[in-house]
């Protein structure tokens, strides 16, 4: 939506041709922007400039599969409306072009993500932790990690405590209750979130990784065991997404903050 546009909306509520709650309705489902591509006989992109109004942050651009100029000219549209900037499954030539176009960005080749600070963005909250099984779901928790930074959210971090040594996890039982909503990331057999569902009161997302030997059937055995966790209320994301889980739990911690409030 154009300067012009909203101008002329706020001239309608001023007047009282129009409700406050209807001119949000009209801000919420307008407007987006195709983007075409030199050479091209379609468009390449429709960007969602709304997406932060109508879910609190703005739309993340997926990596795999776009070029990097693809990436950029994407980015380039959602910082020119004001919104920070997520780039996920990012290889290295499109991390690279997106730094390059925007020098303050944060590259992090473990979680695979690019991230540019929105223009105006406060310090990070808190509220969420990221717990993994092992060294190797790493990089599926920094996604997470890196996802709830660019919804303002700083993550406590608890690292390589899988079930065959509970006892290193029982030792950080202060930080996992004193969490909002807590991420298990974990492959191989999966069964982290059910003993960390069993110790606190708070949610808990459980993210299946593609760590393990054959029968893991890449990431398929911890899912199939996440999903019939015994331990009551853990919701479950798909095989590696540390992206979604980061997602879910911002949602999670926004909803807290607005029933607080």
């Known amino acids: 939506m154009t300067r012009d546009r909203v101008l002329a909306l706020l001239a309608e509520v001023a007047a009282g041709g129009l409700t406050p709650a209807a001119a949000l309705e009209r801000l919420a489902t307008a407007p987006f922007e195709s983007l075409d591509e030199a050479g091209a006989d379609r468009p390449f992109a ?15 651009i997926y990596g795999e599969g776009k070029t990097p100029a693809q990436a950029v000219a994407v980015a380039e549209r959602i910082v020119a409306t004001g919104g920070g900037v997520l780039v996920t499954r990012a290889d290295a030539a499109l991390r690279d072009a997106v730094a390059t176009r925007f020098p303050g960005a944060v590259v992090h080749p473990s979680a695979r993500t690019v991230r540019v600070a929105p223009p105006h963005g406060g310090a990070p909250s ?25 919804c303002g959210i700083a993550a406590e971090r608890i690292t390589d405590v899988g079930v065959a040594g509970v006892h290193r996890l029982l030792a950080r039982t202060e930080t996992l209750r004193a969490a909002e909503v807590v991420v298990v990331v974990a492959g191989m057999d999966g069964a982290l979130p059910s003993v960390v569902g069993g110790l606190v009161a708070r949610p808990v997302i459980a993210v299946p990784t593609s760590v393990g030997y054959g029968a893991s059937f890449g990431g398929v055995a911890a899912l199939l065991t996440m999903l019939n966790s015994c331990a009551a209320g853990v919701v479950v994301v798909n095989i590696d997404n540390g992206f979604g889980a980061g997602m879910a739990a911002a949602r999670l911690l926004a909803a807290q903050g607005s029933r607080r409030g």
């Open 46 to 60: 429709t960007v969602d400039h709304h997406r932060a109004l109508r879910q609190g942050w703005p739309e993340v």
């Open 126 to 150: 808190g509220g969420a932790c990221i717990v993994t099984a092992g060294t190797t779901d790493l990089p599926v928790a920094d996604e997470c990690a890196e996802t709830l930074l660019s």
